[in-house]
């Protein structure tokens, strides 16, 4: 097909001259831009929705956990000596040991709350969680206890206030904590119900040496080294030690994130069949009503393959529109939820406060390419109904 029928092809298709071709035409755009937006912010916020959840647990609690054998069904855990993982070889990776501690926590202000203590080395707090503090710890040592601000407005606590842990243990022992930092990590799973304090504290809990910890917490710092440090860690472990994923021991969330994309793409596939046949109906309304130019290019000598590949470019023309419409509108709205986020969740139910958003141009090139490829689609599928339209009106004019 020449430039000149490409020309020409643009030039009809955006040059419509009656009131009804131009209500078609605009029809035709308005549905491709909405199916287009649609589709773009789905892909876009669902992916940002489960990598928000899964970047968060990974940098927060590790993506993975080192501990004894068997450390599930035992009522008093078996701790791990600290030097026995050796990650110095690995590049990007930060090992810290902890002790965790199910107990009830008190103030002078509230009742007891059941909190998750993890005992945890001062390394603990660099990479997102430094960012998740409000300011900066001091010493990490002694009785003292970092909450998140949804536990410290339960308790009604501040920076400075005391609080009381109670471990039920074989007699229960209990502990005096001096509040000095708060967090905020954006996860409800964590901020819920964990509290740190240092490592010290909990090992003196559970009686264990200084050298001992319950469970080593793996971070990363990139994910996609995961494998890699995998392998590696198991070449290092133990027979007594077993490395347990992240996604192993938080299933439940990662099983409902799996089920959250099934549903995104049973709805993307709502979507794009039904926009499909809208636009294909619009479209084949809007060729039949300019039958009588076809008639006139025909008679003027262009071949019906010419004819055809008018009607296939005029209809990626309109998508290409839509598209274009559509994909700026979308990236408006993201802006907008990146800037203020204005949209927000229940963290009780999804976990996170505000719907998040990660700029990412790979949705926007997918989509724009199968709209593309429906357009050619829709093109030839109309092609011949159109044309025949025209050549039936030719036979009754002759």
Known sequence: MSFAHISLAFRLLIGTGWRRQRL????????????????????????????????????????????????????????????SLNVESLSGVRVVGAVHLPVLMESAQAPYEGVQLLAVEAAWFEGMWRLALQKPLPAWQGHVAVLSERLAQRLQVKVGDEVIIAWLSDPPRFRKLKVIALYHSGLEEIDARIAFVPLEVGQALRRYAPDQVQVLHV??????????????????????????????????????????RQNVSLILSIVVGLSFFVAVSAFLVLMLTARVRFQVLQSLGMSRRALWGLVVAQAIGVVGIGVGIGSLLAGGLLFLQAKWGWVRLDPESYLLERVPVYWEGLPFVYVGIGAVLLAILMGVWVAPSALEAETRLSETVS
Request: hydrophobic content about 50%.
């Open 24 to 83: 078609l035409f605009l029809l035709e755009v308005g549905v491709v831009s909405l199916a287009v937006l649609g589709a773009i912010l789905t892909l876009v916020l669902s992916h940002s929705f489960e990598r928000a959840i899964t970047e968060k647990l990974y940098n927060y609690l590790g993506a993975f956990w080192v501990r004894s054998f068997a450390q599930e069904v035992e009522s008093e855990p078996r701790p791990l000596t600290r030097p």
């Open 219 to 260: 971070f990363l710092a990139s994910l996609s080294d995961s494998g890699a440090v995998l392998e590696a860690l198991q070449e290092n472990l133990s027979i007594d030690e077993e490395i347990v994923p992240i996604d192993y021991l938080f299933r439940d969330i990662f099983d409902w994130l799996g089920l959250i």
